[in-house]
């Protein structure tokens, strides 16, 4: 996956932070272009932010964006618009709901539904951050894209060797974003998507012998958290079985706070030998 040419990092940051605002094309439509940057499909993160900032546009401001849910029908193609139809579900005093269908070319590529809630204030309970390397400790991990990146590596049970977690991945933008929500927002749904090969334990370290395309994606957000900040994603293989895998994820700012879930299930068939190890893998690596 080599870096776009041409394009220096906070450039890309730029493009990024452009290319996920999406623009009212009429009513309760919007349209984005993806960026050209990588392959001949759409990261399915881009998809998934797209579709959470046409809806926030929907809503008002004081509802917040808590659980995303969707299914990824068929890839989106870069550089070729794309049109985004937000239908109105409910609008309610303390939760509205927004369908948003993504389509380019004929027929929809996918379909999320977007849930917002206003704030409420009650007891509060949260998993705990793990202990995990902090990312000034640990070397850049290499990978291309506009966001600085630490691998702290798999986490196995010392009892029976199985995977605790399957990846620890500090992330954060490589340059300021400001102070709107609706970008961070929309960037960590982006970063949501970024579990390397978490989802299937026994082939961590092969690349380019599987699929690994996603079917499905689930994103909830329990508190505000900021894009530009370290995030701690901690992902779990739950299980790999019919040549299709369930991973789910926690993602922890850098002092613990628990400030968003995931899960996604993703077709993982087996397509050949691998050609490579990606670029932030090394043959030691674990």
């Known amino acids: 996956m080599p870096e776009p040419e041409g394009i220096d990092r906070l450039d890309q940051l730029e493009q990024l932070v452009e290319a996920i605002q999406t623009r009212p094309s009429g009513p309760g439509l919007f349209s984005a272009t993806p960026p050209d940057w990588w392959g001949?499909?759409?990261?399915?993160?881009?998809?998934?932010?797209q579709s959470l900032d046409a809806a926030l546009q929907t809503v008002d401001p004081t509802h917040r964006p808590h659980s995303l849910h969707g299914y990824f029908l068929r890839p989106l193609v870069p550089a070729v618009p794309c049109h985004l139809r937000v239908e109105h579900l409910r609008d309610g005093r303390s939760f509205a709901l927004r369908q948003v269908t993504v389509e380019q070319g004929q027929g929809p590529a996918a379909r999320f539904m977007c849930s917002f809630h206003v704030d409420e204030f009650g007891d509060e309970y949260q998993l705990p951050m793990q202990d995990v390397d902090e990312p000034d400790s640990l070397p850049p991990s290499g990978m291309p894209g506009p966001f600085d990146s630490r691998d702290a590596g798999p986490r196995r049970d010392p009892s029976d060797g199985a995977y605790l977690s399957t990846a620890r991945l500090w992330h954060r933008a490589c340059g300021p974003l400001g102070d709107d929500p609706r970008v961070h927002a929309c960037l960590?749904?982006?970063?949501?998507?970024?579990?390397?090969?978490?989802?299937?334990?026994?082939?961590?370290?092969?690349w380019g012998a599987h699929t690994d395309a996603s079917i499905d994606h689930t994103v909830w957000f329990h508190r505000p958290m900021r894009a530009d900040e370290w995030v701690l994603s901690d992902f779990q293989a739950v299980v790999n079985a019919g040549n299709r895998s369930v991973v789910r994820g926690t993602m922890y700012t850098r002092a613990g706070v628990l400030s968003m879930s995931m899960t996604q299930e993703l077709l993982i068939r087996r397509v050949g030998e691998p050609v490579e190890l990606p670029?932030?893998?090394?043959?030691?690596?674990p």
């Open 40 to 49: 001949p499909r759409v990261f399915g993160g881009m998809v998934v932010a």
């Open 188 to 206: 960590l749904s982006y970063l949501s998507d970024m579990t390397r090969t978490s989802f299937r334990p026994l082939s961590l370290d092969v």
């Open 279 to 285: 670029p932030w893998l090394t043959a030691g690596d």
